[in-house]
């Protein structure tokens, strides 16, 4: 509420250099916000007597919509792409979707990789669970294993994510001490 929509006898009033001004009847406050141009905002209607404060409230709207902008340009959404194997796949194959997935995590995206059995091949699950062992080594240094590969119906599949630094520091393996010289 600004102005003259502010029907509280009294308020607590801080001003435009942000210093307290105290507490006076709103029609005073009104009064000294049109002496210095500025306009009387109410920022906590809640409080007893409700606080306002003395400021330029359209240059406070802009500045306002202005920092939410930034936020949401800021903001990375995280898609997940998804990367479909088979039992039989071959190796040219596999070499080639792990550099798809590769880029997909590189891009800070997380990775879906699905199998999906067919006929006769779901027997054979301990295949295509090979197939996700052997896609896991080619892109180990990339990610994490969100998800380990599970079964679904008639498709296996398995979450990546991206590594973050922190992951990435505490997978790091120690560097082995300097041996003594004699």
Excluded: W
């Excluded at 607590?12 to 009104?30: E, F, N, S, W």
């Excluded at 409230?57 to 939410?68: I, L, P, T």
């Excluded at 599949?157 to 991206?162: D, G, I, R, Y």
């Amino acid at each position: 509420m600004i102005n003259e929509e502010i029907r509280d006898r009294e308020v607590r009033l801080i001003g435009a250099d942000g210093a307290q001004l105290g507490v006076m009847p709103t029609a005073k406050a009104l009064e000294l916000a049109e002496q210095q141009e500025l306009d009387l905002v109410k920022i906590v209607p809640g409080a007893v007597p409700p606080v306002c404060k003395l400021l330029d409230y359209d240059k406070h709207r802009f500045e306002q919509s202005k920092r939410e902008k930034e936020m949401r340009k800021n903001q990375k959404t995280v898609e997940l792409k998804e990367v479909q194997l088979s039992a039989t796949i071959e190796e040219n194959d596999v070499a080639v979707k792990a550099r798809n997935a590769a880029k997909f995590l590189g891009d800070g995206n997380k990775v879906k990789v699905s199998i999906r059995f067919r006929g006769r091949q779901i027997a054979h699950s301990d295949i295509g669970l090979k197939v996700m062992q052997d896609f896991i080594e080619r892109v180990q240094d990339l990610c994490v294993v969100e998800k380990r590969p599970m079964m679904e119906g008639r498709n296996m599949f398995m979450v990546l994510a991206p590594k973050t630094d922190k992951a990435s520091k505490g997978q790091q393996s120690p560097k082995p001490a300097p041996a003594p010289k004699a």
